[in-house]
């Protein structure tokens, strides 16, 4: 077998040097082939991130090796806590009883919605977001925002209110906010604004009008690893970040937007940003659009994309591979994706559902 710089090469080397240490022969190829099949290794130096299952929203959870967490969103609101309980589950696999920092990207209930019953199962310390509702006119919107504000209304929590260009107080990784309230950065992430060559003949969009353009988008560094989060922004905002100079570069990790709708990741954008693996929290039913689907598997430097759902309308030819999925058609069971990553740029990917690991190497 060839050996990269991937974490299972490492597993492989460190057991050919107990073999030749002697006396544990068979114990380090059992831990060995074990490592295959078990959830991602966890290290000191890792970054865990949960793509919690919480049926077509967001949660998104960061465990940085400094101890710290982020949050990106809650889920939905109602089901008897069935989100923030997922969320916490999540919190205890990871080892932590606090989440430090809860970034809300929206508005939408998708996203917002989880706040209230999760602040009653595990202690939350700072919220972010982009400031004022600006979808007045939707009742479920403005519910789930009133609902948040009273939260905040407490003064049990810490507060901040994002702008591009700012820096997330999370140690253990580099978090910057790229969008938020409708503005953008204004100049290209270091070592980006190259011409993005997909913008020609390029399809333009009409404004959005929702809190969906609104997003707090945030982009992650984690040593070599470059991850994107743009919660639900739209097709327009995407233009203006990667038209015509790319202000993104190339990423790894792309946290598909808007749950892999087709009111985001139009061509250029996604073909712009060059992702190595990209990961979809859709709902059997939300999200998973069958243009989005064939566009990401079409980019160029694609090797994988993990869906949380089968998607229904993606049905069996736009949908990845059933490995890949982590809740396929049927029964739901709030199976969950994890990437653990590390600081020369290798990663692996968890499915909860097989219990295996994908490794990719650092490049
Ligand atoms: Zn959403």
Known sequence: ?????????????????????????????????????????????SLRIYF????????????????????????WPGNDGRDADRIVAAARKAGISKIDYVL??????????????????????????HGENRETTDAATVKGWQA???????????????????????????????????????????????????????????????????SLGTFITFGKLRILDLGDLTHDKEMQLMCPANKIGKIDIYIVSHHGWSQSSSPAFVFGLTPRVAIMDNGAKKGGTPSVLDTIRKSAALEDLWQLHFSEEGGATHNVAAEFIANPDGPDAANYLELTAHPDGSFEVFNSRTQKSKPYSAE
């Not at 989880?114 to 595990?122: N, S, T, Y």
């Not at 100049?187 to 190259?194: D, E, I, R, S, T």
């Open 52 to 75: 919690i299952d919480v049926e077509g929203g967001q949660a998104t959870l960061f465990v940085t090796p400094a101890g710290q967490s982020l949050l990106i969103d809650t889920g």
């Open 148 to 214: 948040y504000q009273a939260l905040l209304a407490t003064g049990k929590y810490q507060h901040i209110t994002a702008k591009p260009g700012d820096a997330l107080p999370v140690k253990g990784m580099q978090a910057m906010i790229v969008s938020s309230d409708g503005a953008l950065i204004d100049k290209p992430l270091a070592g980006a604004g190259q011409d993005n060559p997909y913008c020609k003949d390029a399809e333009q969009f009409p404004a959005d009008t929702t809190e969906n353009l609104r």
């Open 104 to 129: 809300i990207t929206h508005f939408h209930r998708d996203h917002v919605g989880g706040v209230p019953q999760l602040a009653e199962r595990i202690p939350l310390g700072t919220f972010i977001d």
């Open 1 to 45: 077998m060839t050996c990269t710089l991937s974490v299972s090469c490492w597993r492989i080397k460190w057991n050919t040097f107990l073999l030749r240490v002697g006396g544990v022969a068979a114990l380090s190829l059992g831990l060995g082939i074990a490592s295959w099949a078990a959830p991602a290794r966890q290290t000191d130096n």
